[in-house]
T-cell receptor
Framework: NAGVTQTPKFQVLKTGQSMTLQCAQDMNHEYMSWYRQDPGMGLRLIHYSVGAGITDQGEVPNGYNVSRSTTEDFPLRLLSAAPSQTSVYFC?????????????FGSGTQLSVL | GQQLNQSPQSMFIQEGEDVSMNCTSSSIFNTWLWYKQDPGEGPVLLIALYKAGELTSNGRLTAQFGITRKDSFLNISASIPSDVGIYFCAGRNSGNTPLVFGKGTRLSVIA
């Protein structure tokens, strides 16, 4: 049972480079989301999706784009990386409805922007 | 946006001791959740609370949904080394709003 799979595990970028963080889940979850974790800041929501073709902004969306073309995948794009985007990124998914707060998290992507 | 105040920020305890941590909000929440994050991993759900006053246990862990709906606490009894990690509270106040997370309590257990 794969659950929520994030790739890559680690990434180093130069300022201005672009990249996509991949997230896939095999649990047929409708709800998917991206968080970033910074020391002393906890988990902050970047973007989320309640189903294929539907996305919405979270608390800290600037500098990030998302799309949801399939139920399984929810990639996070950094169009022009900045040092402030150095962080650990987590993808999480769940069923919709009353149980959609039981988020299942991936193991994270540690991103460094130089 | 909504904020959750989680305390303490960190704890150092002896193995075998009991642990208590809490989370408060300025607004009413309908759901409270507690997660644990092991080093290098994503958070894992420990306990979910859906009703004011609800008290729920999961092994040595016990969590309560405050009757004012603005707070929750987590207790760990007889701590062991594998309890080390970061504990997050999370909450939501309506059916379609995303979860809001606290900043976490980092627990260290001294053997």
């Amino acid at each position: 049972n794969a659950g929520v799979t994030q790739t890559p595990k680690f990434q180093v970028l130069k300022t201005g480079q672009s990249m996509t963080l991949q997230c896939a889940q095999d649990m047929n979850h409708e709800y998917m989301s991206w968080y970033r974790q910074d020391p002393g800041m906890g988990l902050r929501l970047i973007h989320y999706s309640v189903g294929a073709g539907i996305t919405d902004q979270g608390e800290v969306p600037n500098g990030y784009n998302v799309s949801r073309s399939t139920t399984e995948d929810f990639p996070l794009r950094l169009l022009s990386a900045a040092p402030s985007q150095t962080s650990v990124y987590f993808c999480a998914s769940s069923y919709t409805g009353r149980t959609n707060e039981k988020l299942f998290f991936g193991s994270g992507t540690q991103l460094s922007v130089l | 946006g909504q904020q959750l105040n989680q305390s303490p920020q960190s704890m150092f305890i002896q193995e075998g001791e009991d642990v208590s941590m809490n989370c408060t909000s300025s607004s009413i929440f309908n759901t409270w959740l507690w997660y644990k994050q092991d080093p290098g991993e994503g958070p894992v759900l420990l306990i979910a609370l859906y009703k004011a006053g609800e008290l729920t246990s999961n092994g040595r862990l016990t969590a309560q949904f405050g009757i004012t709906r603005k707070d929750s606490f987590l207790n760990i009894s007889a701590s062991i080394p594998s309890d080390v990690g970061i504990y997050f509270c999370a909450g939501r106040n309506s059916g379609n709003t995303p979860l809001v997370f606290g900043k976490g309590t980092r627990l260290s257990v001294i053997a």
